[in-house]
Structure formats: structure tokens, C-alpha cells
């Protein structure tokens, strides 16, 4: 059975920075293509970053470029998203997910596996 669980979500104040956990078993991050993402409730998820599975490269969305950075420790099967400068409109539920046989997007349409998600609030 495939389990993300992801972890390091609390409340921050703006500026500050948070480093999120996605800690994954039933699978090796090494043979998937792992994002992250964030949605508020009434508006669509948003992709932030995403490693390929070809070439382990990592994509940033532009929105967090500068600010987010994603890393994947393959001998810990866990994934990380470290957030910088944090503002009140990143306050958001952070997913991970895992494209079993895509190249990795930041497309969540395209992801088979999804964790139950960790609150981020950040507040001015």
C-alpha cells in the first residue's frame, strides 16, 4: 500500500520560513515522479515544484521561483519543500504526490498518489 504522509505545517508569521516533510512508503521516490502542491479551499491546486523522473532534474513554478526550493533524500524516501519569505498568501493545505508513470508536471491531474496534506498559515 502506497502512503505519503506529509509534515511541518503550522502557523508562521510573515517572512519567516517552514520546511515541509514528505515521508513516503509502499514506493521509491527514486522510480516516480514526486510534486508538490498547495490548494485554498475554493480554488484549484497549484503546482509548486516537481523532480522528473528521467533525470531527477527539480522544476519550480514560477510563482514560488526564488522563494521554494524542493529536494529529494532517495535513501530516506522522503521529500522536502523548503519555504522562504513566507507571505499570507501562501497560507494554503500542502500536498505531496506521486506520478507513477508520468515524467513529472506540475500538472495534479496527472498524480496517482496524494498525501493527506499539512496546514501552512502565515499571518502578517
Known amino acids: 500500500e502506497v502512503q505519503l504522509v506529509e509534515s511541518g505545517g503550522t502557523s508562521v508569521q510573515t517572512g519567516g520560513s517552514l520546511r515541509l516533510s514528505c515521508q513516503a512508503s509502499g514506493l521509491s521516490f527514486d522510480d516516480h515522479a514526486v510534486g508538490w502542491f498547495r490548494q485554498v479551499p475554493g480554488k484549484a491546486r497549484e503546482g509548486l515544484a516537481a523532480?522528473?523522473?528521467?533525470?531527477?532534474?527539480?522544476y519550480h513554478a514560477e510563482s514560488v521561483q526564488g522563494r521554494f526550493i524542493m529536494s529529494v533524500d532517495g535513501a530516506k524516501n522522503t521529500a522536502f519543500l523548503q519555504m522562504n519569505d513566507l507571505q499570507p498568501e501562501d497560507t494554503a493545505i500542502y500536498y505531496c504526490?506521486?506520478?507513477?508513470?508520468?515524467?513529472?508536471?506540475?500538472?495534479?491531474?496527472?498524480?496517482?498518489?496524494w498525501g493527506q496534506g499539512t496546514q501552512v498559515t502565515v499571518s502578517s
Open positions: 523532480r522528473s523522473t528521467t533525470d531527477h532534474r527539480i
Open positions: 504526490a506521486v506520478d507513477r508513470q508520468g515524467p513529472g508536471t506540475l500538472r495534479s491531474y496527472l498524480y496517482d498518489w
